[in-house]
């Protein structure tokens, strides 16, 4: 599914009935960012975003062994696949994201740390091979954000409550880098 943020955004406005896009009553995640894009852009233009399929999420769900939470969902169905300039240069995107949870298991044994992912984790992006991030599906809906850095025996959780307040975070550099 190809969309604009415009059209992201008219959508919550005037409801699209599509098979692809994400139920309505999971907008408020993203609706933020959203907002975020329309009122701090110097001159809003639409950034391009690429959302998954369906098969795609539950491919990510199968690989990782896990049931995606709500926040996450939503985002993948609505930019899940190319996210304008959002984390340039980190794989965190659909195809990558499926096989990052293996990526971040063999990081740890090189790494030998004792540190171990717990059975719920959901790897949602990797940076330059020595560091990547992770959701606790078990954290509800809109779960923290966890990070893991090479040479660190634990891991950090960054002061942002959710996905959604991470993924605004990251929108923020696009503005104040």
């Known amino acids: 599914m190809v969309a604009r943020c415009a ?15 994400v139920p ?12 975020s894009w329309k009122t701090n852009a ?21 690989a990782q062994g896990v049931v995606v939470p709500d ?5 993948l169905g609505l930019m899940g696949r190319f996210a304008a300039d959002l984390d340039a240069g980190t794989e965190w995107l659909y195809p990558d994201v499926v096989d990052l949870k293996q990526s971040a298991v063999e990081l740890l044994a090189e790494w030998q740390n004792p540190f171990a992912l717990r059975p719920g984790a959901l790897v949602v992006a990797m940076h330059q091979g020595y560091q990547f991030t992770w959701l606790d599906t078990n954290d509800g809906p809109d ?3 966890w990070h893991w850095i090479e040479s660190t025996p634990r891991p950090t959780q960054p002061e942002d409550s959710g996905w959604i307040e991470y993924l605004l975070r990251q929108e923020s550099y696009l503005r104040d880098p």
Do not use: K, M, Q
């Not at 309505?24 to 907002?35: A, G």
């Open 71 to 75: 926040a996450y969902r939503e985002f």
């Open 42 to 62: 110097p001159a809003w233009r639409a950034p391009e975003v690429v959302g998954c399929s369906r098969d795609e999420i539950r491919e990510i769900e199968h």
């Open 143 to 145: 779960p923290a954000v």
């Open 24 to 35: 309505e009553h999971l907008s408020r995640y993203v609706d933020p960012i959203i907002t």
């Open 7 to 21: 059209l992201i955004s008219e959508r919550h406005e005037n409801p699209i009935e599509s098979p692809d896009i």
